[in-house]
């Protein structure tokens, strides 16, 4: 199975998306580091963007040198949305990291 891709189509369609999706972003970001964090896989792309309004197609992806730096900024997401079971386990994720890091 392929990665989820997005179109965007107009600016409103790119506004709209970064705002309505934010927690669905973190989400797949959060799933996908647990996922990458037990099988011992060094990279895992996320989805894919296709944006004509702006010309371009990325694939957003995490890599195991930012995992942490991107749970980071799931922390502070779930924090600011008060949604605190998935910040005890995104902080239980990153400390699980950082230990296997030492």
């Given at each position: 199975m392929?990665?989820?891709?997005?179109y965007i189509e107009n600016e409103s369609e790119e506004e709209k998306y970064l705002q309505q999706y934010k927690f669905s972003i973190h989400s797949k970001i959060l799933e996908s580091i647990e996922t990458a964090f037990v099988e011992?896989?060094?990279?895992?792309?996320?989805f894919q963007v296709v944006n004509n309004f702006r010309g371009f197609?990325?694939?957003?992806?995490?890599?195991k040198e930012s995992w942490v730096d991107s749970l980071s900024k799931?922390?502070?997401f779930y924090e600011e949305t008060e949604e605190y079971e998935l910040?005890?386990?995104t902080?239980?994720?990153i400390n699980k990291i950082e230990k296997q890091i030492k």
């Open positions: 392929g990665i989820p891709i997005i011992d896989i060094d990279r895992m792309e996320l197609t990325f694939i957003v992806m995490v890599e799931c922390l502070n910040c005890v386990r902080q239980n994720l």
